[in-house]
Structure formats: C-alpha cells, structure tokens
C-alpha cells in the first residue's frame, strides 16, 4: 500500500468513526425530541423544541460526513512529482513552527486530523485559509504567518 492510500485509510477510518458517533447522537437526539417526557408543560418550556433543533444540526452534521465518506472511500488520489504544485489531492510534509506536520489537501473532510508517521496530519479544503494558503506552493516555500516550511509534495 502506497504512502497516500495509506493515509486515505486512515483518514477514511477517522471519518468513519466520527459518522457513527454523530448518528448515534441524532438518533438519541431524535428520540428525545419525540419522546412524551418532552412535550411542552408551560408556553415557556421549549425542551423539545431544543432538542429538535438540535436533532435537524446535528443530521446535517451527518450528511456532510457521509458526503466525505463517500468522497473518500473512492478518492482514487493524484501522484504528483517531487517538484508538483500543490494540488487537491495532494499529500503535503511540513515543518509548522518546529512540529513535523503533515496536510493532505481534500474538497471535503476539512478538519479532520489522524496520526501519520507519529505526527498529526490534518485534512484541509482549498475553502480554509491554510488550504488556501497552500495551493499551487511547492517543496521549499514558506509561509510566513503561520510559520510554515514546505518539505515535501506527493
């Protein structure tokens, strides 16, 4: 298994991971909407309601998630060349203010961070602005603000 497919499983378990966990909590949210203890006692308790609000965020929660999983259960990822731009796709080492960090760079999935090769790497979209920051530098650029050095691009 190559480097990035490596990464993707990894990615893709922690995506899975986070999906299961969230439907657990709308469906726990949902039965407490519903449930008769719920139901409003005075024109000022709004418990249901709250729960039903937060039932309907948390299921939007779990659409993106399913989105991303989907995304990266058949994300057949580019292979880029030592001196590539990055690119989505893109599997990038860096050194962030003297931590070895690694980014691979997805059009869903943003935020989500796993451990590779003993260090945290993080999932970022062209949307964040590190993602931003990021697309179309190469090997050896900097980033001032975050202090970021670019090692490797792959």
Do not use: N
Not at 49 to 70: D, T
Not at 84 to 107: K, M, Q
Not at 112 to 125: A, F, K, S
């Amino acid at each position: 298994m190559s480097e990035k497919q490596e990464v993707l499983a990894k990615v893709e378990a922690q995506i899975r991971a986070q999906y299961e966990r969230m439907a657990a909590a709308v469906q726990s949210s949902v039965e407490y909407a519903t449930d008769q203890d719920s139901k409003a006692e005075s024109k000022y308790d709004t418990r249901g309601l709250e729960a039903s609000y937060l039932a309907a965020g948390q299921a939007e929660q779990v659409e993106e998630l399913s989105e991303a999983l989907q995304m990266f259960e058949t994300w057949d990822l580019p292979d880029l060349e030592e001196d590539s731009a990055i690119e989505v796709g893109a599997l990038v080492e860096a050194d962030a203010e003297g931590e070895l960090v690694f980014y691979l760079i997805a059009t869903k999935g943003g935020g989500v961070v796993c451990e590779h090769e003993g260090c945290d790497l993080t999932v970022l979209t062209p949307d964040s602005p590190l993602g931003a920051k990021l697309l179309g530098m190469r090997a050896g650029d900097l980033i001032e603000k975050p202090a970021i050095t670019i090692f490797t691009v792959s």
